[in-house]
Every structure is written in C-alpha cells, then in structure tokens.
C-alpha cells in the first residue's frame, strides 16, 4: 500500500519541467540502447528507458538532458526497481562505472528512476594532481553539477587497485562541483573510502532525503590505504568556493569503516567522514547502528563542520541533537508514531514536513506528526515514499569470539552481540554447531526477533569436561536473504591450565627526589587472571643509571598462583647515585611471565630526577656504627606499625615477618640497601590476630624481635 501512494510532494513530473521544443528519445522503442539515445540527444531533451535491464556503462557526453526511468512520468516506484543500469559488462576495463557525468554538466542533467548495480568504477586521474584513483562505483561526476535522484544504487563497488593509489566512492563519487543528490537509495555498496558516497572538492552540493545503508569502507587490497566514511567522505572544499555542502534529512543506517587505525581517518567515521578543511553543514540526519574501528560514527577532523537536530548514537554536541534509539518501524526505515525522531528537526517553517491535504498542520505521509521536520529521509519538503526495499540484514561485531580460559568442570558464559542493520524484522530462527559438541549450549530462547535498527544478544555457555582447546564454528540460521549462504562466527575456547598475567605498564612519574633520601620505595602490582600458576622473573632495564646498586627490584623472582596478585618493590637509593647526576633517570621495571601464551614480557617505565647536593661529613654522620634492629613502633599495634633499623654498610638486607609457626607472612626488604638508617610500614590488615616475629638479615648478622597485633 505504501508505494502507491500518489507522490504530490514532488510537484510535477520531471518530464514537464522540459522545454516544449525539446525531444523525447525512447528506450529501447526507438534507439537499442541508453548510450545510443544520449549520443542523439540535445540540451533539454528526456531520454525515456523502458523497464529492463540494460548491460551499460553510460556517459552524459556533456548534455542537460533527463535520463530517467517510467519512474519521471507518474512517479509510480515500481519503474526504479524494474529498470536497471547494470555495469557489469564493460566495453574498456578501466571504464566499469554504471553512469559517468564528467563534461560540466549542470543541475539540468539529471540522472532518476532507475536501479544501479554490478559497476566496479572508473580509473580516474585526480584533477588536482593525486595521481590514479579507482572511483564512482554506482556513479562517477567530475568538473560538474548534475542531479542525481531517486534511483536504487545497490551492490557496486570501487576496490579496484591495480595501477591506483586507492579506491573510493561505492555507490556515487562527485568532484569539483555541486551536485544535488536526492532520494536515493545507496545500499550495500562497497569501497576503500566512502562506500556510500565521496564529495571531493565539492561547495555547495546538496545531500537531502537519502538512504545510505549497509556501506561498507574496508581494505580490500592487501597494503592499500583506506580512509574511512563507511557512509559518506567529504574532503577539501572547492578552490575559492567556500559554501557549505548541505547535508540534510538522510538516514545513514548500519554502514561500517575498518583500516589500520595509524593512517589519517583510516577506520573512522563509520557513518561520515568530513576532513581536510572540507565545508560540511549537516542537520536533520539520523545516524544509527554504523560501525568503525576507531572514534565516533562521524570523525570531522581538520574541517568545518556543524551537526543539529539530528539523532546520533552515541550522541554528537550540537542544538537538537539527540542520541535515541530512532524507531523505525518495520518497513524501509520509516519512522514509527513513537520514534523520538518525529518533529524533532530544525523548527524552521522552511524545513517543515509537507502538510496533508485533509488535515490542517499534521504531516503527509511518508512524514509523521505535525509539520514540524522529521529527522531522517522521510522528514522535510523534499520527502516522499520510498519503494519496498526492505530485508533484515544481520551484522556482527566481530567474527571470532573467545571463551577464555576455563578448567574442566566450570562454565564460561559468552553474550555475542547480534545487530539488525536491515529495515524490516530480523529473526533468528536456530544456531548450529559444526562439531555438533555437546559442551557447547545455547542459553537464549529462540526465535530471537531483532526489529530494524535494533540489536540483542546471544549467550552461549562452554562447559569443558576435559583439558584441551576449543575450536569450532556456530551457525546462524535466520532470515537475512542478503547472504547466500548462513552467517557463522568461530568460537574459541582454552580448558588447559593456562596463566594469564597482567600488569599496569603506564609509566610512573616519582618526580624529584633529593639526594640526601637515604631510599624511596614504590610498589606496583602483578595479576593473574588465568586458570593455571606461573613463575615470573624480574630484571631492570637501568638506561645510563650508575652504579646499578643505586636502584633494586624485589622480589627477583616469584610463582604466583591462578587467581593471585603480587606486589612488586622498586626502590631507589639517592645517596648512591654516581656524579655527575643525570638530567632524567627512566630505567624500566621488567617483569617476565614464563608460562603465559600471551605477552610474556611487561615493562614499566620508571622516571625520576636526582637533585641537591649530597654533603660527605653528613653522610658519615648519618652511617651508624653498628647493625641494629629497633622495636617495632607502635607495639602492641592495630593494624599499622613502624619498623627501623640501622646498616653500617651498603649490602644486600631482608626484612621478613614470620608467624608463630614460621611461616613467612611478608617480606619487607629484599635487596641492596645503603649504609644509615632505614625506616619501613608494616600493615597487618589481613592477617589474624596475635604474635609475630620480625627478622632482620644482612651480610653475616641476623636480629629478630617480636610484635604483637591486637583487635
């Protein structure tokens, strides 16, 4: 019922928009093909193609004339979805886009009513001195301005690399001008930059009332570059043009961006990329369940770019802009009654939604609510009713998902998120393991029902009864038509003990220490989060640092069981350090996991100055004569103490508490300490009340007093 809505919105029929002295060339009535009625053409003349799939890859030549569909005559929906453009057989293989407008052309030339697919883009030279590039899957437009509307632009791409730098633009790529591109409809297209659409060096185009779905910006060619905007790529404005590219009342919905995150904008911008001082005034759009390996679903770095009243997952600054969820309703991304997207567009009178003709100040549809803007495509004076395009499209965050570590005998829980990028309900019917193991049970109800936009998740639980490694495939069996064959994903799965240990490396900044600190001590931390021991070696890394006495780590070695954590000392001894003094000391802290099959070697940077002056006499002042262990202060003590002792000389020592029965609860010290006196804190918060000993040791002498901790 939808489609045949009469279109009214759109004022008339392109076709009389014409002048009367002009042509009307019919396809294939009069000339076999679309090129052969173009090249009989004259500025103002239509090109009218019957529905059909026509095997071309067409050029405007130059000429202001309409080529369109049946769709130009009445504005019925089904002549777009009938008469196809397909560009997949070329005549010069360097020469694969569907459609080429690249003669400055102006807004007179105007491409609408048709379904473009199977083009693989043009090699291009870059007008401004680039090099090669591989462009304009869908179509291509350079040096000119033409209207593109109302066509379906599915399944093309521009990945090709041979003899190029890059490949961009999927579904249309527009340069050096200011192209109108209106109510389209770019699904599934695919590129190495703006899958969806690339404005390059475009002032004052005109983006309104598309659809800009399911795009993909990933890297196709092994060592290519890819520079995100899985939806749209807008880069540089026009030489001496400073106009703003509108962008207004599109919904950009599931497009994705993937690349090596090191490259400019490469895996940014899954919904948008604007950059390189690109001119970009969007307001109006929705931006919903678009993916990216990096940043935002719009990334505008180096350009002049405003974002308003539009709806933006995740959220974007800006005046009426919102991040809910826009709810669709179950059909070609129209908004339902209770999307919070309805009236929620620029409240200007000029961007209000066209008025129904029996009733007073609500809106027609496709439009909803009043007449105050929608965001969206359905939203504004340029609305109108799409065709019937709609399918469920099931997306995932990832291809492979992991267990963990779990022994035999325990469970492991995994939620797998499952995103519905498509327009209509997508529903999961059944999960099939390739294995067929029964370890392996699925924990969610099925039929799981995704509505469009939405999302939900799968858990699964693994419950190993034996030692060993999980590999395996699950397959989703659901209602997403667009792939040929069920979605799977691999699960993975490790039921041998295995270690996994951590360790914060942020560098830790001790800043300025004075030289006459007879020691400082920081301490940081060791986790294993694994299901298996494993033995960690310490060493330092001292970068310049004289004599390496000056500096300890302790403990130098150490297994730590599953589930453990262990605190790690690093001590500095001030007095020590060799003159002249350093600017910066930065030695490393390394840690070295034997046994753990992910990293094994930690390092944490440790940087610090030395300043002041050491004086000599003070520092024999300050060198007691004879090794000795003071009582501990406060004794009897709840929970903290004060324990210190002298050294006559620089050597190895060890501090370590013991209980009644001598087992080592603690270790204080273990490791070089200067001649003078040394002052440590012992916490006994976790260890139960009574007495304990404390043992100093160094070099041939040994004292040991005791302690008391009360409740």
């Known amino acids: 019922m939808k489609n045949k809505i009469a279109l009214a919105v759109v004022a008339l029929p392109l076709l009389l928009c014409a002048a009367a002295s002009a042509k009307v060339l019919h396809v294939p009535a009069s000339h076999a093909s679309i090129q052969a009625a173009i090249n009989a053409a004259t500025h103002g003349d239509t090109v009218l193609v019957a529905p059909g799939t026509y095997f071309e890859n067409i050029i405007f030549r130059g000429k202001r004339i309409i080529v369109g569909s049946h769709y130009v005559l009445n504005h019925d929906v089904k002549f777009i979805r009938t008469t196809i453009i ?78 190029a730098a890059s490949a961009g633009g999927g579904a249309i790529r527009s340069g050096d001008g200011a192209p109108r591109i209106l109510n389209n409809v770019m699904l599934a297209n695919r590129a190495m930059y703006g899958g969806g659409l690339v404005l390059n060096y475009c002032s004052g185009a005109l983006v309104r009332n598309n659809i800009i779905a399911e795009n993909r910006v990933y890297q196709a060619v092994s060592g290519a570059q890819t520079f995100g905007g899985g939806g749209i790529w807008i880069n540089v404005s026009l030489p001496g043009v400073r106009v703003a590219n509108r962008i207004e009342n599109n919904t950009l919905i599931g497009n994705s961006a993937t690349g090596n995150p090191t490259g400019a904008v490469s895996g940014q911008g899954g919904a948008l990329v604007a950059w390189n001082s690109a001119i970009v005034s969007a307001r109006n759009n929705i931006f919903w369940g678009n993916t990216q390996t990096q940043g935002g679903p719009i990334a505008a770095a180096g350009a002049t770019f405003s974002l308003s009243y539009s709806a933006v997952q995740g959220g974007y600054a800006g ?17 339902s009654l209770n999307s919070p997207c309805v009236d929620a567009g620029d409240p200007s009178t000029s961007d209000n939604d066209v008025e129904a003709a029996n009733a007073s100040g609500q809106a027609q549809w496709p439009s909803r609510g009043t007449v105050r803007n929608d965001m969206g495509a359905y939203g504004g004076p340029g609305a109108h009713a799409f065709w019937g395009f709609s399918r469920a499209s099931l997306g995932l965050a990832a291809a492979s998902y992991d267990f963990g570590n779990i022994l035999p005998g325990n469970s492991s829980v995994l939620a797998v998120p499952l995103y519905n990028n498509g327009a209509t309900t997508l529903r999961l019917d059944d999960t099939q393991l390739a294995s067929g193991t029964t370890t392996i049970t699925r924990l969610t109800t099925l039929p799981l029902l995704l509505p469009a936009a939405g999302s939900d998740t799968l858990r699964l639980r693994w419950m190993p009864t034996q030692n060993g490694l999980l590999l395996d495939t699950l397959f989703l069996v659901t209602n997403d038509t667009t792939k040929l064959n069920s979605k799977w994903l691999v699960l993975r799965g490790n039921a041998n003990p295995t270690p996994v240990v951590t360790v914060n490396t942020a560098q830790f900044n001790l800043g300025d220490i004075d030289i006459n600190t007879p020691r400082v001590d920081t301490t940081f931390w060791v986790y294993n989060r694994g299901t298996g021991a494993d033995s960690l070696y310490m060493s330092i890394e001292y970068r310049g640092l ?15 069981a599953a589930g453990d954590s262990l605190r790690v000392r690093f001590s500095i001894f001030p007095r020590t350090f060799a003159q002249p003094l350093l600017a910066l000391y930065a030695p490393s802290a390394i840690v070295n996991s034997r046994f753990s099959p992910g990293t094994k070697r930690f390092e944490k940077l440790m940087r610090f100055r030395i300043v002041g002056a050491l004086a000599v006499d003070d520092h024999a002042a300050n060198s007691p004569a004879t090794f000795r262990l003071e009582q501990n202060y406060p004794n009897p003590f709840n929970p903290s103490t004060k324990l210190r002792f002298h050294l006559p000389q620089a050597q190895h020592a060890q501090l370590r508490i013991y209980d009644e029965l001598g087992r080592t609860v603690a270790t204080l010290v273990d490791g070089f300490m200067p001649a003078g006196s040394h002052e440590v804190f012992f916490s006994a918060k976790r260890l139960a009340v009574g007495s304990y000993y404390y043992v100093l040791k160094a070099g041939p002498h040994e004292e040991r007093k005791k302690m008391i901790f009360l409740p």
């Open 86 to 163: 397909n560009g997949s057989r070329p005549v010069h293989p360097d020469t694969t886009s569907c459609v080429l407008i690249i003669n400055r052309e102006d807004s007179t030339a105007v491409l609408a009513g048709f379904t473009l697919t199977g083009g693989r883009g043009t090699r291009w030279l870059d007008e401004h001195g680039a090099g090669y590039y591989w462009e304009g899957g869908g179509v291509l437009t350079a040096l000119s301005s033409p209207t593109i509307r109302d066509n379906f632009i599915v399944d093309n791409e521009a990945i090709n690399n041979a003899r």
């Open 319 to 335: 005046t009426g802009n919102v991040a809910l969820h826009p709810a669709f309703a179950d059909s070609a991304y129209y908004l």
């Open 546 to 560: 004289k004599p390496t006495s000056a500096v300890s780590l302790s403990p130098a070695s150490a297994s730590i």
